[in-house]
C-alpha cells in the first residue's frame, strides 16, 4: 500500500515515523505541500520517493492509494474531497471536518464514489481500546457510574489553535479525544451536554468544560485546555473501584484501584513505534477487504461526534468563518 500524505507540518512527521517503522507492505511514498522545497525536504528527511508542491498533483498521482490529510481542521473538508474525486482512499486527522454538515456531505460523496474514507483519531484503533473494555466488561470496580477525562497542553500561540479561520481553539483539536474516551467506555445514549469555555482575544475557546449526562444515569465530567498542561488522566468510577487511565491521548498503563484505593492490577500497553500506525493497518485491512469505512470509527460515528463538538461549540457561541 503506496502512502502519500497531505500536509507537512508536526503531525505529518509523526506518520512519517510511524510509516517507515511497518514492514514492506506499507510504502513511504509521497508527500504534498504547498512549497515544492518544504516538500523535497520531508520527502528527504523520512524516505518518501515522491515530493509535490501541489496537492492537486499528488492526488491526480495513479501510484496513490491512500491519502493521509494532515492540514487544518478547516482544510479537511476541501482536501479530503479532491483525493476521493481522484479515487483516493483517505486517511482524515481529527477532528473530521469544520462541522457535522461537512461531515455528512464528505461521508455521502466517499460512499457514491465508493472510496474508503476513515477519521484519523488514533486512540480509536489503538490495542488500549479493546484492554480498557475489557477491564470493565469484567465486572472488577462494579457499577460503574461516572469518568472524569482532562488533556492539556501549551499551545495557544500556535497559528492553527489560535485563528477561527484555521477552525482553531481547544475543542475540535483537544476536546474530541475526552468525548471520544467518553463515548468508547459509556457508548451513544447521550441524554443532554453541558458546557462552557474561556476565550483567547482571538475569540476561539482555551479552556473548555463539558459534562455529558448518559440516559442510564451514567455522567462524564470532562476539560481541556490549551493553555496549560494536565495529567492527561481518564477514570472509570465504580462502586466497587476504579479505574485509572494513563494518558488518554496514547494510553500508556492500566490501572485498577479497590475500595481502599489500593492498586491491585496494572495493565502495559503493547510496545509502539508511535501509535500512529494502528489508524494505517486499520485502513490496509479495509482496502484489502473492499471496504469504505473502517469498523474502529465507523462512518456513522464520526458524524455523531461531529454533531457533539457542534452542539457544543454552539454552547460556546462560536462560529468559524465560513459557517452559515
Request: hydrophobic letters at 40%; charged letters at 25%.
Amino acid at each position: 500500500m503506496k502512502v502519500a500524505i497531505l500536509g507537512a507540518g508536526n503531525i505529518a512527521r509523526s506518520m512519517a515515523e510511524a510509516i517507515n517503522g511497518l514492514d514492506d507492505s506499507v510504502e513511504a511514498y509521497a508527500v504534498a505541500a504547498r512549497d515544492l522545497e518544504r516538500a523535497e525536504a520531508f520527502a528527504k528527511k523520512w524516505g518518501f520517493q515522491k515530493a509535490y508542491g501541489s496537492y492537486e498533483e499528488m492526488a491526480a498521482d495513479p501510484q496513490v492509494d491512500l491519502v493521509y490529510i494532515a492540514t487544518p481542521h478547516s482544510h479537511h473538508y476541501a482536501h479530503a474531497k479532491m483525493c476521493i474525486e481522484h479515487g483516493k482512499a483517505v486517511l482524515c486527522e481529527k477532528a473530521f471536518t469544520m462541522n457535522a454538515a461537512q461531515a455528512k456531505d464528505l461521508i455521502a460523496f466517499a460512499e457514491e464514489k465508493k472510496v474508503l474514507l476513515t477519521e484519523a483519531i488514533w486512540t480509536r484503533y489503538m490495542p488500549s481500546r479493546k484492554m480498557i473494555d475489557d477491564v470493565v466488561a469484567s465486572g472488577v470496580i462494579g457499577k460503574i457510574t461516572s469518568l472524569s477525562a482532562n488533556l492539556g497542553y501549551v499551545m495557544a500561540d500556535k497559528e492553527r489553535m489560535k485563528r477561527p479561520e484555521l477552525a482553531g481553539g481547544a475543542l475540535l483539536d483537544l476536546s474530541v479525544y475526552p468525548i471520544n474516551f467518553a463515548s468508547m467506555v459509556f457508548g451513544d445514549k447521550i441524554e443532554r451536554i453541558e458546557a462552557s469555555c474561556t476565550k483567547i482575544e482571538t475569540g476561539v475557546d482555551a479552556q473548555d468544560s463539558i459534562t455529558i449526562y448518559f440516559q442510564d444515569g451514567k455522567v462524564a465530567f470532562l476539560y481541556t485546555t490549551m493553555v496549560a498542561q494536565t495529567d492527561r488522566l481518564g477514570v472509570i468510577n465504580g462502586d466497587k473501584g476504579y479505574i485509572e487511565v494513563q494518558n488518554i491521548n496514547n494510553c500508556e498503563e492500566i490501572r485498577v484501584f479497590n475500595l481502599d484505593r489500593k492498586m491491585t492490577a496494572i495493565y502495559q500497553v503493547p510496545k509502539q513505534i508511535n501509535g500512529y500506525e494502528y489508524e494505517v493497518l486499520a485502513c490496509r485491512e479495509a482496502l484489502e477487504k473492499g471496504e469504505i469505512e473502517c469498523p474502529q470509527m465507523p462512518h456513522a460515528e464520526t458524524i455523531r461526534i461531529m454533531e457533539i463538538l457542534d452542539e457544543i461549540r454552539g454552547k460556546f457561541q462560536i462560529q468559524f468563518p465560513g459557517e452559515e
